[in-house]
């Protein structure tokens, strides 16, 4: 089958057309009800959503960075608290402490997996009087939750799962989300599970963090201009955005399952003496992104260009190298971290991709001459 490969890394028209008359309905519905924010859509998908995850509650909040940093709020991490953290995520958490005025302390990956470095994390928590540990499942690959728990429970540290790349991702049948004493979640619309615009929740086992998530979610009101608690500001799913999610979360494990069969597609018909193409895809992997390594991107991604084949890169900076970063982390290097920003490519991987797209990608791949 000759298809032509996919020149975006996602296809959210694509995506979305299946759904796209409920989709409609649901909107005519709210319409006519006329209620936007904090209403029964929102509560009836946080429901939905926490038990899915298998957690007690899950919270609605704006966005996934929104989601990172009120659930470190509700910890209780205050300015200049060290919290631990990957470098290799993109820089939502790094962009979370900011806001808070809390201290990244960077940990270095395992280049194995590109998550938290267990015998590094362990280092840092021995000396470094951590506040919070984030764990990021990146590109839909779950942190090893079971040692990063056992090391921080040591020393009694709270830890916040990063699942903006991980809907559904689970490790001994429990699912991203419910490892940590919180689980921060983006249903940014490229996730694995994404809403048509901006949207994010947190979800936690915790009814104390419920109730502090959900006062610093609305200006810190304990009951309506009842501010009693300090760091709050407006953080809401809105009602269009969680009756989407609430029609999609149904589908997650099948898109999930979908996106898995790309991965071993790709794995099954990649071979390049220069391209290390990522494994591990299954009940802890739900593939969010396939991330090849090479060392010599540049000329790779001059050959995808000229192929019209879709790429992308997550990410070329560590957090701390980026510009506006570099005054308050001007002396941190990580050996794996920088050495893989210098390497990783995302090629296209979603739902809908057909057989012939991938094997088109593939063969794109192959036919690569350094
Ligand atoms: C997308 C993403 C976020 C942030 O989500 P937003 O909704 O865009 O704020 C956080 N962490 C990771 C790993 C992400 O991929």
New binding site residues.
């Given amino acids: 089958m000759l298809s032509a490969p996919p020149n975006t890394l996602n296809d959210l028209a694509r995506h979305h057309r299946a759904l796209a008359s409920e989709l409609q309905a649901a909107f005519a519905t709210l319409i006519r009800r006329g209620w936007y924010v904090l209403g029964s859509e929102g509560a009836e998908f946080e429901s939905s959503f926490a038990a899915y995850c298998g957690t007690r509650y899950a919270l609605g909040v704006a ?6 940093e009120i659930a470190l709020r509700a910890i209780g991490v205050e300015g200049g608290d060290p919290v631990a953290l990957t470098a290799n ?2 820089g ?2 790094t962009a979370a402490l900011a806001a808070i005025g809390a201290r990244a302390v960077y940990i270095d990956v395992d280049p194995a997996t590109l998550t938290l470095d267990v015998a590094a994390l362990a280092t840092s928590l021995k000396h470094g009087n951590i506040r919070a540990v984030i764990a ?3 590109y839909g690959r779950l942190a090893p939750m079971e040692e990063i728990l056992s090391l921080t429970r040591q020393y009694s540290t709270p830890v916040v799962e ?1 699942c ?2 991980a809907h559904g991702a689970s490790h001994l049948n429990q699912r991203a989300g419910s490892w940590g004493v919180a689980g ?1 979640f ?3 619309p490229t ?1 694995n599970l994404g809403a048509l615009g ?3 929740a947190v979800t936690t086992n915790d009814s104390g963090m419920a109730e502090r998530i959900k006062q610093l979610r609305q200006y810190g009101w304990q009951s309506k201009y009842q501010t009693t608690r300090r760091g709050g500001r407006n953080s809401r799913l809105d009602e269009l955005q969680a009756a989407v999610l609430q029609l999609q979360l149904p589908f997650l494990d099948h898109w999930n399952a979908a996106r898995i069969e790309v991965a071993q597609q790709y794995r099954a018909l990649i071979s390049h003496a220069d391209v290390i193409v990522p494994d591990g895809f299954g009940p802890n992997h739900v593939a ?1 992104l396939f991330v090849v390594r090479t060392q010599h991107r540049d000329s790779l991604i001059r050959h995808l260009a000229n192929r019209k084949v879709g790429y992308g890169i ?1 990410y070329p900076i560590p957090d701390y190298r980026q510009p506006a970063n570099l005054t308050d982390y001007p002396e941190v290097r990580l050996h794996y971290t920088d050495l893989l920003a210098e390497q990783v490519l995302s090629l296209p991987c979603f739902p809908e991709m057909t057989d012939g797209e991938v094997a088109a990608v593939a063969t794109a791949v192959n036919d690569w001459v350094v």
Wanted: proline share 0%.
């Fill in positions: 966005n996934g960075t929104d989601a990172i995520a993109g939502y958490g990021t499942h990146l990063d903006a790349q921060c983006s249903f940014y996730k901006d949207a994010g969010h997550h």
